[in-house]
Each structure stands twice: as C-alpha cells, then as structure tokens.
C-alpha cells in the first residue's frame, strides 16, 4: 500500500479568477484526494492535499500548470494536517 501523506500547497501567480478552484476540485476529485482548496486574500490559491503519495505527487505536477487559462508563477509545498472526513472540497 502507498504511503499516505497531507500537503498544504500555496500557488501563485493569475490564479483568482480563471476557475483554478474548479479546476483543482475536479483532479483531486479524479486522483481521489482528500481535502480542500480556498482562494486567499492575497491573490493566491490555498490547497490541502491528503492521499497516496503517488496521487498526491500527480496532483502537485498537475498545480505547476493549471487550468489554460491560469499562470502559475509559483507552487510552495509545506507539511499539512490530514483533513478529517473523506472527499474534496472548495472551501470559503
């Protein structure tokens, strides 16, 4: 079995406003991630990824483009807390 693993994630760049959120739902969504993403005050997206360390690595890969019409300047990882419950979410 792979390991399991949770990562907070900050992406940054033209990330607000060009259905990154909806975006990001619908990969962790088909990786079967758990978790959550939030857009943040400052102009940055926030995500907490939780799952197989496999899936979780896809994912991050995934983060470094984004959706087409994102620009994706920069992806800071950071350990995280395993989200309680299953499923992903887009979080206020």
Do not use: K
Not at 47 to 64: F, K, N
């Amino acid at each position: 079995m792979t390991d399991q693993i949770a990562v907070r994630v900050r992406i940054a760049g033209r990330v607000q406003g060009v259905g990154f959120r909806a975006w990001t739902l619908s990969r962790a969504t088909e990786l079967d991630l758990s978790g959550w993403v939030r857009n943040e005050a400052d102009g940055t997206v926030l995500a907490l990824l939780a799952g197989p360390e496999d899936r979780v690595a896809r994912m991050l890969d995934a983060l470094q483009e984004g959706p087409a019409s994102a620009r994706v300047a920069a992806v800071e990882t950071m350990p995280g807390e395993r989200p309680e419950g299953s499923g992903f979410r887009i979080s206020r």
